[in-house]
Every structure is written in C-alpha cells, then in structure tokens.
C-alpha cells in the first residue's frame, strides 16, 4: 500500500479513495475546513461501498437497514450517491452505534458500568454478586460487569444486563448511575 489517498467532492461531500476503500465526509464551512476535520477528528463511522444499477435501488437498500436495525439507528445513517471509475455507487457511512447493532449478535463482550455509594451497591443483587465492590461503605465506587458471549448468546447476555438493570430500578433513591448499559465491543 502506497498511503496515497485521492480527494475530490461530488453530491455535497468530499470523498476520500485509498486501497483501504472509500469514506466520505458532508462539506461543512469551506471545502478546506472539511478536509482539515477529516483529518483532524476521530472517525465515529465505517463507510461501504454498494454499486448499484439503478438509483430505484437505494429506497429499498435504505428500508432494509430500517427493517435490520429499526428507524433510530437506520436515521444516524448517512449516504451518498457519486459515478466513481464508470460505475454508479452508493457510499453508505455507518456510525459506530450501527455497527455494534450489526456484529454483537456474532459474539463478544457487553459491559455495564455503575457508580455510587459501596454500601448502596451492596443492596444491588448483581453488583454485591459481581461487583467485585472495594472500600469502606461510605466510599464511592465506579465498576462495571462485563460478559463475554460467543454467537447465538446474545440475547441471553442482554437478558442478564437488563435483569441488572431493573435490580436498580426497583430500588430508586440510592443515587446509583448505570451507564453505559450492556455496551457491546469485540
């Protein structure tokens, strides 16, 4: 790989090529702003590029990334339509949050992190299990539970980080932060 990358705009975005593939980022300000953003800010997507025949296909490439992940996370979806080495193709950014939807149910880790008083997390049947909870009753504490799953596990995973969940609900006033809930990483 040479670490040659090709810039040039089309359908109000500037488009990034290299032999690791395209991204794409909406100009915002002075093209010089965006390409200096680009470089500058972390990226929080991956981009894909589909070719298509037809524009008549992107409604329903679209429908399905609402069908797969429902229409919350299907709106944080951006994309872009650009005629690339004669071909008609459609760059697809997909944040971070989509992409976890799409690859947790093949396996990995969800963690839930919680904080508060050690002699309030003790009253949390899954923390005093599980926490590991450190230091005297009065101190605070931050931790998390975290379960690693192979494929096909999933929703039994997520089951046991929502039962955590209403343990703590079912409790309110102790001053107990759960967040982020059942985060999913490889």
Known sequence: MDGRVDVFTQSGAVIFHSADGFH???VSGSLFET??????????????????????????????????????LAAQIDHI??????????????????????MAPMGGRLTTGFAGRVSDLRKIPT???YGNL???DSDMFRG???????????????EFHGVF??????R??????VMPLARWDA
């Open 81 to 102: 339509i650009i005629e690339y080495g004669g071909k008609t193709l459609m760059l697809i950014n997909l944040p971070s949050t989509v992409v976890r939807h799409m």
């Open 134 to 136: 450190q230091g005297s």
């Open 35 to 72: 390409v200096l953003a680009e470089i500058n800010m972390k990226r929080e997507y991956l981009c894909s590029a589909l070719e298509i025949d037809t524009l008549s296909a992107v409604p329903s490439i679209l429908n399905r990334f609402t069908e797969s992940h429902g229409p919350r």
């Open 127 to 129: 923390i005093f299990k």
């Open 144 to 158: 998390c539970i975290g379960t690693e799953y192979k494929k096909d596990s999933y929703q039994y995973v997520r």
């Open 172 to 177: 309110p006033g102790l001053g107990i932060t």
């Open 165 to 170: 969940l209403q343990e703590v609900i079912a």
């Open 24 to 26: 794409f980022r909406r």
